[in-house]
């Protein structure tokens, strides 16, 4: 499975709760509509820091990168070819 | 070998509980009734080298594995009977000088950490507003940016230390919104222009240590004062709090064993009936449940911090966290409401430890998230939908 396609696994179905977003598109806004909140983000986190073997460092925690699933593919795949 | 049977962990903790029979006995009880904190203790504590167990031996600290910290925690507590000063300098090295240890930048490692561990100044933790409690988005705090600095204003309430404490890590929105990047948190200092010491709280329990309110009226605070960085509040909030959770829970240890000692000599001693009360099932069954209380939750708490690494982040173990203070808060109350029933009517004397050490039980199901709220916590974590 590739980067995006674990992380979309993963937010469907660890941070997803209502079915009316399994569709969810790889431009779809995950903080501005909620369906990321404050528990999600740290657990997504932890799932990247523990299965996809990068480190998030403090100062890549901005909305930015974590706004949609290609943002946070984006960050995720630049960290990995450093 | 298990952490808690290490006999290097008994020693730390004898050392520190040594320090606190001869150091730190005493007034107490007086304190208590009159809800007064000794400065002069706090400085022997950190003279002593507590503060600096966890800290960075760059920085001056002792750098010590996280289960010799908890060993200090419950020497402290075993040999002294000031739960609200436990609570409160284990409060600043737990869950203040860790969270700048792990986010702050070294300038403000150097210039504010030194002084914290030698016991000159003394921090507090400014979260809790009054509109804001077990939900952080609802607080009213804000920090406006202004070129180098933020403009902070709010009102912090129900803050320990607050009335005497020199810094304060401040959580304040920097976005409007309920986003999981709207917080900021700023290591502030109350010399600043605008920031004051508001109301004192006169409380039930903890009262060896005092509460009250911090006011921000448009604080010029410098960009190099936010800990970790704008809209990362939520993280160091997090953080702060899971070590909290995990291993400032250890001050409950030291009243266990201490109030196991006495409860087990009292049910031998007293007699009634012409026998010792230990000789009637309904206390001896109470005595069996004060040691599966103590012994399990020092093994909850063991089993946490010898797997957290000394400045590492807990975030792989919140659910742990959560667990771990439900665990030992809820066994905690329920061990004193015991002590204190074997005491009879001199348990409800107001000069009985197991009063004092039930009133301040009482407040662990409240702090760093209540009961309910990490009950919250463990259940979306096991990917239920909670609110
Ligand atoms: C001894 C002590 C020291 C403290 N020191 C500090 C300090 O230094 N700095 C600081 O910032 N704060 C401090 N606090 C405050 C503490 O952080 C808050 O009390 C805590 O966050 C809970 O907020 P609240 O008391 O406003 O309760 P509320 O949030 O108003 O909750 C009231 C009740 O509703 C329940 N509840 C709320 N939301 C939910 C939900 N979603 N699901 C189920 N139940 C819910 C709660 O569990 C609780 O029983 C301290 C508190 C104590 C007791």
């Known amino acids: ?82 | 070998m298990q952490p808690w049977q290490d006999p290097e962990i008994d020693k730390i903790r004898e050392k520190y509980y040594e320090f606190a029979t001869e150091n730190l006995l005493g007034d107490t009880e007086q304190r208590d009734k009159e809800g007064d904190f000794s400065i002069k203790r706090w400085k022997e504590v950190a003279e002593f080298g507590f503060l600096k167990l966890l800290m960075p031996e760059n920085f001056g600290g002792a750098e010590v594995p996280v289960t010799h910290l908890v060993a200090a925690i419950e020497g402290l507590g075993e040999g002294s009977m000031d739960g609200g000063f436990n609570y409160a300098i284990c409060n600043q090295l737990c869950g203040l000088q860790t969270t700048i240890n792990i986010f702050g930048s070294d300038e403000l490692k150097s210039r504010y950490l030194p002084d914290l561990m030698s016991g000159k100044s003394m921090a507090a933790y400014g979260f809790t507003e009054e509109t804001s409690g077990s939900d952080a988005y609802s607080m009213e705090a804000t920090a406006v940016e202004e070129g180098d600095a933020f403009r902070l204003s709010g009102t912090k309430c129900y803050i320990t230390n607050a009335p005497y404490a020199n810094l304060v890590l401040v959580f304040a929105k920097t976005s409007p919104t309920r986003s999981p990047f709207a917080l900021t948190a700023f290591l502030v200092d109350m010399e600043w222009e605008g920031a004051t010491h508001g109301r004192e709280y006169d409380k039930m329990g903890l009262r060896t240590v005092r509460m009250g309110e911090l006011i921000f009226d448009n604080v010029q605070v410098p960009k190099s004062h936010i800990v970790g960085v704008k809209g990362g509040g939520l993280r160091v909030l997090t953080e702060s709090t899971l070590w909290e959770r995990a291993i400032l829970i250890a001050t409950a240890l030291g009243p266990m064993a201490r109030g196991l000692k006495s409860c087990i000599e009292r049910t031998k001693t007293r007699n009634q009936f012409e026998k010792p009360i230990g000789a009637f099932q309904q206390v001896s069954s109470k005595i069996s449940n004060m040691i599966m209380r103590y012994k399990l939750s020092r093994q909850v708490i063991y089993d946490i911090a010898s797997r957290i690494g000394n400045g590492s982040s807990l975030q792989p173990h919140a659910q742990d966290a959560a667990i771990a203070k439900i665990f030992v808060s809820d066994n905690f109350v329920k061990f004193e409401l015991d002590a204190m029933q074997i005491y009879g009517v001199r348990g409800y004397l107001l000069e009985s430890f197991a009063q004092q050490d039930l009133r301040d039980s009482l407040s662990f199901n409240i702090w760093a998230g209540t009961a309910e709220t990490l009950r919250n916590t463990i259940a979306k974590l096991a990917g239920l939908p909670v609110e």
């Open chain 1, 1 to 82: 499975m590739n980067v995006k396609e674990s992380i979309k696994n993963y937010i469907l179905s660890e941070l997803v709760s209502d079915k009316e977003n399994s569709s969810l598109s790889e431009t779809d806004q995950l903080i501005e509509s909620g369906i990321i909140d404050s528990l999600g983000i740290m657990k997504l986190i932890g799932f990247l820091e523990d299965n996809l073997s990068v480190q998030i460092d403090d100062m890549e925690l901005v909305p930015e990168n974590f706004a949609s699933i290609a943002a946070i593919t984006s960050l995720v795949e630049k960290k990995l070819s450093d």
